[in-house]
C-alpha cells in the first residue's frame, strides 16, 4: 500500500480525506507509523478548522447559514436531517429558536462547535 503524503489542508475534498484517514488510524499504538500519521493529521485537521471560525458576534442562525453557504447546503438539507422543513424554515427566519435537538443534529452536519449555537438570539416579533 501507498503512503499517504499529507500536505495543508486547502480544501473540503482534502478535509474530508483527512477525517476519513484520522478514523482509520486513530487507534494505532503509540509510537507506531500510524499513530504518528493521527497525530500530523489532528494538527492539519484542526489548522484547517482554525480558517472557519467564525466571529462570536454572529447569532446562531447567521452562524448556520455561514456554513450552509460553505458547504453548499439547501434548508431542504438541513430538513432533511432534522426531518421537519417548516420548523427549519422557521428557525432560518428567526420565528422560532434552535431546539436541542437541531443543535445536536446541525453541530455535527454543519461542524459547528455547540457552544456558537447555544447563545441567546432575538426572534422576529418577539
Partial sequence: MEKAQWYLIE???????????????????????EHKEKMLLVHLISEYEKSFRIDVEVDPVE???????DFGYKPADLAQV????????????YKQALSLSMIRKFSQLLRIPVELLIREYALKGA
Avoid at 452562524?63 to 453557504?69: F, H, P, S
Fill in 82 to 93: 432534522y426531518g421537519d422543513k417548516g420548523t427549519v424554515s422557521k428557525v432560518l427566519n
Fill in 11 to 33: 480544501n473540503e475534498e482534502e478535509y474530508e480525506k483527512a477525517l476519513s484517514r484520522y478514523d482509520e488510524v486513530k487507534y494505532s499504538a503509540k509510537g507506531s507509523r
Fill in 63 to 69: 452562524v448556520i447559514k455561514i456554513r450552509m453557504e
